[in-house]
């Protein structure tokens, strides 16, 4: 009895293996083929569900890595807000530092301070004023007439703005306009006053 029960088969492949052993050669190659066929049908389905976990592990990794980036670009800004105080005097001492360019003869460095002191402040004349004359001085003559255009709504009687306004129109051939605004500039910027003497050596 004991030796009957130490024989007893293992495993269900035990089983199947004695019984092959009697069985007809034919019949015992279809069931090796079979199970050759289960072993990889098992096979395939085991590394399709290791395919998908991996891409499910991706989806999410990427979702988060999403979210995170969202989550920082919403992040408020450490530095605090300026007053409207210290935008104007942060805007006047571009303005002061735009024109020390200038006069170095850095234009287009001087051109991003104005344009900076105008976007802290779009209510600075002097500002807009600078951006205009280094506009004017790059070639750039329709910005330039936008931004006197500027200055002088916020300034009307500003006499670097309507110097640079004559001046402009001065370079375009239109004397008339240009002799409009040198005349209302003249009393106070005496940079007009050449403009002016040119366009009566122009007009004999």
């Known amino acids: 009895m004991n030796d009957q029960n130490a024989q007893l088969p293992n495993s269900e ?6 019984a092959m052993k009697r069985m007809d050669p034919i019949l015992q190659a279809s069931l090796q083929r079979d199970q050759k066929r289960r072993r990889q049908k098992l096979l395939t389905i085991g590394v399709a569900l290791m395919a998908t ?3 499910i592990a991706l989806f999410a990794w990427g979702m988060m890595t999403a979210g995170a980036n969202a989550t920082a670009r919403n ?4 530095k605090p807000a300026l007053t409207p105080l210290e935008r104007t005097e942060k805007s006047e001492s571009l303005v002061t530092g735009g024109w020390k360019l200038r006069q170095a003869g850095k234009n287009d460095e001087a051109c991003e301070l104005f344009i900076q002191a105008v976007e802290l402040d779009s209510r600075n004349e002097n500002a807009w004023n600078g951006l205009g004359w280094s506009y004017f001085n790059r070639g750039e003559l329709s910005k330039a007439q936008d931004a006197f255009e500027h200055c002088l709504k916020l300034s009307p009687k500003h006499p670097a703005a ?3 306004m ?3 129109h001065l370079s375009k051939g239109d004397m008339k306009q240009a002799e409009k605004y040198l005349l209302r500039a003249a009393p106070k910027a005496s940079a007009a006053w ?3 003497a040119v366009i009566y050596l122009l007009q004999g």
Do not use: A, K
């Open 13 to 18: 492949e035990d089983v199947l293996n004695r």
């Open 53 to 55: 976990v991996s891409l």
């Open 75 to 78: 992040q408020p800004d450490d």
């Open 162 to 164: 309507l110097n640079g």
């Open 166 to 168: 004559g001046q402009l």
């Open 194 to 196: 050449y403009g002016l």
